[in-house]
């Protein structure tokens, strides 16, 4: 029995020494991935090796340094550099670019992106010129411009713009609209490369109505259209200075006069008259008959002009009651 001792022994020791010498086989080596250090035992003879070893997957963009044929003891440090992942969206093209580069400019730069007049860059969301940061972003846009004419009274002007509708593409033109003007298309239009955007402005003017006093503006031909546009209607002998027929011109000054009518009924006495009459009965300035005042009804039609009287025109009379003459006796009798 003492012999299967020896060899069970034998065998530990044996097994022993393969455990030591199988661990010493393994070396403890240094990766450092984009600057962060961690030590991984692994049993490898080169950088390449010790890389597949430590389990450790390398995608094309990434760097290692030293080559990876170097061996190993002569490696130190294996420095992993694992570029960040960064979404360029130029129009409708995704591409992701994988890069160490934190500038966005530079990104753009080795990336082939050309940025041409009009165009407007976001990066994370924000303006290019916007963006202060030393991490590196996670998206970049480009937003193309395109060229479109605006015509402003006629006047044509290119602009490009980055803007998403024909709103959008004024206000950034720096152009300012008022109530009255018009624009064609509609401001919630889509923009297409090469639309004509068409605006007509309205006038200046200043409106005396109603008692007050308005500076606005307005569009139209002449004085009757301005009126109409900014929705005042003259009724019945209302009329405006100038005229409604007047051409409008810019700065125009535009009196509209309120014209109302009444009809006033009046009685007005009607005096009676003296007659002399010859007489032997009666002594001589004897009152035969008393007079008394007729009365007449008179209907004038009374003009307003912005409730203020202006004339008064007499329509017709009407006698209601005649009067009755005094008769005065121019005889001699009755002594």
Known sequence: ????????????????????????????????????????????????????????????????????????ENAGIIKIGKPGQVA??????????????????????????????????????????????????????????????????????????????????????????????????????????????????AKPLTLIIDGRELRTRAQGETIGEVLINLGITLTGQDYAIPDESTLFTRGARIRVVRVTEEIEISSQPVPYQTIYQATDNLPAGSLIQAGQDGEQSERLRIRYEDGREVSRVLLDRTQTRAPIDEIIATGTGGN
Request: net charge negative; proline share 4%; hydrophobic share 45%.
């Open 1 to 72: 029995m003492r012999w299967l001792r020896l060899v069970a022994l034998i065998l530990s020791i044996v097994l022993l020494i393969g455990v030591v010498l199988y661990w010493q086989s393994f070396t403890t080596v240094i990766f450092a991935i984009n600057g962060q250090q961690q030590q991984i035992r692994v049993r490898a003879a080169t950088v390449d090796e010790a890389v597949a070893a430590a389990g450790l997957v390398l995608d094309e963009a990434d760097t290692l340094e030293p080559a990876p044929d170097t061996l190993l």
């Open 88 to 201: 360029l969206r130029d129009g409708d093209t995704l591409t992701r670019l994988y890069t160490n580069e934190t500038d966005p400019i530079q990104i753009l730069r080795n990336a082939g992106a050309t940025i041409q007049l009009g165009d407007e860059v976001l990066v994370d969301g924000l303006p290019l010129l916007q963006y202060i940061s030393a991490n590196q972003p996670r998206t970049i846009q480009i937003i193309r411009a395109i060229t479109i004419t605006i015509e402003d009274n006629g006047v044509p002007g290119l602009i490009r713009t980055t803007a998403a509708t024909v709103g959008g593409a004024v206000r950034t033109s720096g152009l300012d609209l008022y109530l009255a003007d018009t624009i064609s298309p509609a401001l919630d239009t889509p923009l297409t490369e090469n639309m004509v955007i068409q605006i007509t402005r």
